[in-house]
């Protein structure tokens, strides 16, 4: 268990609908990032934030948008969904600064999104 | 643009034999981390080991080790006794230092296979 938790699990839904992927980083952990694992693209990396603010965008669609909350857990909003946006959406969390650690991200167990 | 390789999309080990993954890598920086994610068939993201690019000693973890060749730029990933919960996707990743891009770029992945 790397402490990283996401909410749900599974996720299934029609095209054109909008989900939310939540998120809950290990504790003191200040920066939570996003990536899409799907069989053509492989892992990719969405966004990341530190401590409330945005840090570094990959490549993440326009209809994608996240938000990282004071208590620092995250939301990946995922809106006009369409049948390619089917994959499994990791979130990992990193050590603050200082800690030595502070590059390795340790991944939650990721939520499976279909859509049909 | 850091790229991540890995040349071997499957490979097969009797139990107990060691195995070999290879990877290689493209940066222009001097200052990097590189890891070793395995990805069972739960889909957890679970981190293996993580090298160091300024230290020259190779990690290990247990019966997981690296050979790192900075200047080849090659970074293989050695398990010794192989055991039957080692068969997963093993993941090569690298991450600029920190202060800069934050993301780590994955590999495409290596299966691996344990058989009996």
């Known amino acids: 268990d790397s402490g990283v938790t996401q909410t749900p699990k599974h996720l299934i839904t029609a095209t054109g609908q909008r989900v939310t992927l939540r998120c809950s980083p290990r504790?003191?952990?200040?920066?939570v990032y996003w990536y899409q694992q799907s069989l053509d693209q492989g892992l990719q990396f969405l966004i990341q934030y530190y401590n409330g603010e945005e840090r570094a965008k990959g490549n993440i669609l326009e209809r994608f948008s996240a938000q990282q909350f004071p208590d620092l857990h995250s939301e990946l909003n995922l809106s006009s969904l369409e049948l390619g946006d089917s994959a499994l959406y990791f979130c990992?969390?990193?050590?603050?600064?200082?800690?030595?650690?502070?590059?390795?991200?340790?991944f939650g167990p990721g939520t499976r999104l279909l859509v049909l | 643009a850091q790229t991540v390789t890995q040349s071997q999309p499957e490979m097969s080990v009797q139990e107990a034999e060691t195995v070999t993954l290879s990877c290689t890598y493209d940066t222009s920086e001097s200052d990097y981390y590189l890891f070793w994610y395995k990805q069972p068939p739960s889909r957890q993201m679970i981190l293996v080991i993580r090298?160091?690019?300024?230290?020259?000693q190779n990690a290990t973890e247990n019966r997981f080790s690296v050979n790192f060749q900075k200047v080849a730029k090659s970074f293989s990933l050695k398990i010794s006794d192989s055991q039957l919960g080692d068969a997963a996707m093993y993941f090569c990743?690298?991450?600029?230092?920190?202060?800069?891009?934050?993301?780590?770029?994955f590999g495409k992945g290596t299966r691996l296979h344990i058989l009996p």
């Open positions: 990992a969390s990193s050590p603050r600064p200082g800690t030595g650690t502070q590059e390795t991200q340790y």
């Open positions: 090298q160091e690019a300024y230290k020259q």
């Open positions: 990743a690298y991450r600029s230092a920190w202060g800069r891009d934050d993301k780590i770029i």
């Open positions: 504790s003191g952990d200040l920066s």
